[in-house]
């Protein structure tokens, strides 16, 4: 019997979420586990500084008529200090030993779903813990929640999979996370909150006969925990796989279980699990991210490291049908491709046409085309990615020889899409559809005559003749003309820099092809120096080429001279950071954009360091003009206070203004000629499309900025 329904008939509680986020320590907390079962205790280790009493309440996320969520039991607790946590400082692995707090009785009649305890103090400050509660049923539908990529990205005690705050592990990395700690995000609530209540609500919302698991859950229980339901689902961002998931998902898919992946970046990091907890499920993650060499179980069937890798072996095309290719700085469209195909059927989209923002942040796409059955793409969206690559983020769908359907969706944001501020009734469709691809389960009656969103209509003065100049680059991401007047062009994908004479001609102006951040290619002629992913080029007076060497954080030079010698200016090859100093001192963390300041002077879009940076070409010198300081909040003001992440693209107009794209958030700022180099947001509408005044304004604006007769351009 499908509760579903039933449970999302009950009362609401809009007020989950409507309390102050801990920040600092305030309040923290985890679980003794990571899922139960009805009728079982989940004891909760919390702390508060100051000690405080609070309550708590457990929550069930789904639909509730809009509320997002239901009361299911409540207690009050006593929160004090604990003790601190050990940090095992070879690996990294930070664990706590805390006393439990109280405990949460789960009711006997709860039904499988997504949860959270939420720890309320007093002054209205608290955090979440989130929970999984699962059942034995044999739904349509089996949810699974990516525990193992939330603790993975968990940088509670500076220490996580993508980071090493005391620089004790080699590769900058922690090699082993626990989940004996609290999370450092969004609230206490890991990603739960990101994507994966976004798809919840939509399937709860129409009354779809769903059940809900984790990675861990899968990868101890097994392909034959899978095969009692109809559709294994993978929603939002789930990275970090075991093999034991990968052989069991692998495993039901052909026996005849179809794989739906509503995200991206899925099986990415292969992981291994050790030290059971009250639920049986591992403790402890570990994965050897920057140096698998030095894991004790490599050259075994155990060892760690990315799945598409000689190592392993197992792409992960081969199971999805696509595969993460990079991650963008906001979401772009989708791209429609092969409209006749089923996935849009009653959506009134053709080819070509585009869903604004359901592209991101990380994304997906066809390499090979391994798959066990031929795969059919079904969109195909061009994208520029965070780092300034053009590329494709792709969606497939293919039937497996059991008769499975696997569907990749290429998009972290799919779920964007089906709830929350960007919900579309055509992507809403779409998911129907694909589930009843699947499962042949009925397309809800609210789905069948979907609405197209109003989408805004741009109206501009059309350039009136658009012509191309020079094909046959890889993905051309800056360009700029030489004094002679051909242009040279930066290829990011070619790692390449290109120069397009007066015919349209292309050709090979510095780099050899191939990606390299070795010195061996440093200071070579240009044809046999190496680049990594150049974004835009920069010619002086006399013809001497600069280059934003983004991938190898540094600024090149490409002189002018007989073989067009190519040498490193500022910055270390291949080595992120944030420095200013002279020459192979300084550091740059992804630069971008860049501009002449003077004659001797290049204002440069630091953009991984949220920076904007002045190299002196003369001595090589880099100093800072602006560096956000806080990474909460944007905010104007002085250089020293303001803060604004990500910029791409710098203009400098004549009186020395200095203009830059903070895209991340679609915002155009300006920084002053006063003493304390105000910077001051000159349009704020954020991400999206919208002409008028710039409070209003809204921009996609990513790596294309000119001051030209008297005006900014942008693109």
């Not at 992960?316 to 491709?337: A, D």
């Not at 969606?395 to 359907?405: C, D, M």
């Not at 589930?435 to 397309?443: F, H, I, P, Y």
């Not at 007047?485 to 390449?496: E, M, Q």
């Amino acid at each position: 019997m499908n509760p579903i329904a039933a449970e999302n008939q009950a009362a609401g509680d809009a007020s989950w979420n409507q309390f102050i986020r801990s920040v600092g320590g305030q309040v923290e907390a985890y679980a003794e586990r990571v899922s139960a079962k009805a009728g079982e205790d989940v004891r909760i280790m919390a702390r508060s500084s100051p000690a405080s009493p609070a309550s708590w309440t457990l929550y069930r996320l789904g639909w509730y008529g809009g509320a997002g969520a239901r009361q299911i039991g409540a207690g009050t607790a006593q929160l004090g200090s604990q003790p601190a946590c050990a940090n095992e400082v070879t690996t990294g692995l930070v664990r706590c030993s805390w006393a439990p707090t109280f405990s949460v009785a789960i009711p006997q009649d709860a039904v499988s779903g997504l949860y959270l305890v939420r720890i309320l103090r007093g002054d209205n400050v608290g955090g979440f813990v989130p929970l999984v509660i699962r059942d034995d049923r044999q739904a349509d539908l089996l949810f699974q929640s990516s525990v193992l990529t939330a603790q993975a990205y968990n940088n509670w005690g500076g220490e996580g999979l993508y980071s090493d705050s005391d620089d004790n592990v080699p590769g900058g990395f922690a090699v082993q996370v626990s989940f004996d700690r609290p999370y450092d995000s969004d609230g206490g609530s890991g990603q739960m909150l990101r994507y994966e209540t976004l798809m919840a609500r939509f399937l709860e919302r129409y009354g779809y006969d769903v059940t809900y698991t984790t990675n861990l859950d899968v990868a101890r229980e097994g392909p034959s925990a899978l095969l009692r339901r109809g559709a294994f689902l993978s929603v939002g961002h789930d990275e970090y796989w075991p093999g034991e998931e990968r052989d069991a998902v692998e495993t039901a898919r052909d026996a005849g279980m179809p794989v739906l992946f509503f995200g991206a970046n899925a099986a990415y990091w292969k992981v291994r699990l050790s030290d059971s907890g009250a639920d049986g499920n591992a403790r402890v993650l570990t994965c050897y991210k920057r140096r698998p060499q030095d894991d004790p179980q490599h050259g075994t069937p155990q060892q760690t490291g990315r799945y598409r890798d000689d190592a392993i072996g197992r792409p992960e095309e081969e199971l999805v049908g696509t595969m993460y290719e990079s991650w963008l700085l906001f979401g772009q469209s989708w791209t429609v491709l092969n409209p006749d195909h089923p996935i849009y059927t009653g959506t009134g989209l053709r080819s070509t046409d585009a869903i604004p923002q359901l592209v991101g942040y990380e994304y997906d796409r066809t390499f090979l085309l391994n798959t066990p059955g031929r795969a059919a793409v079904v969109a195909r969206s061009p994208v520029v990615d965070a780092e300034g690559r053009t590329s494709f983020s792709e969606a497939t769908v293919y039937t497996a020889p059991s008769g499975a359907v696997v569907f990749g969706a290429g998009t972290i944001y799919f779920a964007r899409g089906l709830d929350g501020a960007r919900r579309d009734p055509r992507v809403e469709r779409m998911a129907a559809n694909i589930l009843k691809l699947a499962l042949r389960l009925d397309v809800p009656e609210p789905l069948q005559t979907p609405g197209a969103p109003a989408a805004p209509v741009p109206d501009a003065q059309w350039a009136g003749n658009v012509r191309t100049i020079a094909s046959g680059m890889m993905a051309p991401a800056g360009v700029a003309q030489l004094p002679d007047g051909s242009f040279v062009v930066a290829d990011a994908s070619a790692h390449r820099i290109w120069r397009v004479d007066g015919t349209g001609s292309v050709h090979p102006f510095a780099g050899d092809g191939h990606e390299s951040g070795s010195s061996t290619f440093d200071n070579r002629p240009g044809l046999q120096a190496r680049f990594f992913q150049p974004t835009a080029v920069l010619p002086d007076a006399a013809g001497n080429v600069y280059v934003a060497d983004t991938h190898n954080n540094a600024i090149r030079k490409i002189a002018n001279d007989s073989s067009r010698t190519v040498r490193t200016v500022a910055g270390a090859l291949l080595v992120p950071g944030y420095a200013d100093g002279t020459g192979s001192a300084a550091r740059f963390s992804d630069p971008m954009g860049m501009a002449w300041l003077d004659s001797t002077h290049i204002v440069i879009a630091d953009s991984g360091n949220s920076a904007i940076r002045s190299l002196n070409v003369t001595t090589g010198s880099v100093s800072t003009v602006a560096v956000t300081h806080d990474w909460g909040d944007e905010a104007d003001g002085p250089a020293s206070r303001a803060a604004f992440f990500y910029p791409t693209a710098v203009a400098v107009a004549p009186d020395r203004r200095i203009f830059f794209l903070a895209s991340s958030f679609g915002k155009l700022k300006v920084i002053g000629t006063d003493a304390s180099r105000t910077i001051t947001t000159l349009v704020a509408g954020g991400l999206g499309y919208a002409d008028g005044p710039g409070t209003g304004a809204r921009t996609q604006m990513q790596m294309g900025l000119i001051w030209s007769n008297g005006a900014l351009i942008a693109s």
